[in-house]
Structure formats: structure tokens, C-alpha cells
């Protein structure tokens, strides 16, 4: 399946008819979107040694209610989440690990 053009149901029931944007491929904490959103999907990328975590917080900060955390062994060199979910607040990732980088699939 292609995550950026899936077509999943949201939590809330709703069919998402869309295409996910990409946040564009990151290597460190970001804000992706504030307000309403639906994070669609995370990818992660190891440097192939190193474990590496996203977490995502439904806030425009790095804090508050966390929605999402997506681990990945460095050995596994890439490793994701396909799972809808709906956020209030806003898309804010977090990214640990060395050389790790991440891509968060959502709509606005």
C-alpha cells in the first residue's frame, strides 16, 4: 500500500478521501501542523546501528498528550506506523537516535 495515497477511516468514523501531505523527511523536533489534523502515518529511518524513536504529541510543542511513538532497532534500518489518528491541538514530533530521521504522513 502506498501511504501517501491510502485510504483508510479516520477514529472518529469519517472516510478520508485524501492524500496525505509528507512532512518531508526530518532529523530533528518539528512542528508539522497546528490546529485540527489526521496523522495517517510515521516512518522512521535508523542509520543502521543506532535505535531510533518518534514521538508525536498533540500539541504545537513537545508536550502534553503524547499520541504516538513509533521505536524502531537500528538494525531494522526503517520501521513505521499506518494507524489514523486525530489530532486536536496540533502535529508535533519528536525524534531520538543517532542519525535517525523521520517522515510524518498527515492531513491538514
Do not use: H, W
Not at 529511518?45 to 513509533?70: F, P
Amino acid at each position: 500500500m502506498n501511504i501517501a495515497t491510502a485510504n483508510p477511516t479516520d477514529p472518529y468514523g469519517q472516510n478520508v478521501n485524501k492524500v496525505y501531505l509528507p512532512s518531508g523527511e526530518r532529523t530533528a523536533a518539528a512542528l508539522i501542523d497546528s490546529g485540527l489534523g489526521i496523522v495517517g502515518a510515521i516512518v522512521v529511518t535508523t542509520d543502521g546501528t543506532n535505535d531510533a524513536e518518534c514521538i508525536v504529541y498533540d500539541n504545537i510543542n513537545g508536550s502534553g498528550s503524547v499520541v504516538a511513538r513509533c521505536p524502531v532497532k537500528g538494525s531494522d534500518k526503517v520501521g513505521g506506523q499506518a494507524i489514523p489518528f486525530r489530532t486536536n491541538n496540533g502535529i508535533y514530533a519528536t525524534i531520538s537516535g543517532v542519525g535517525a530521521k523521520y517522515q510524518i504522513y498527515y492531513l491538514p
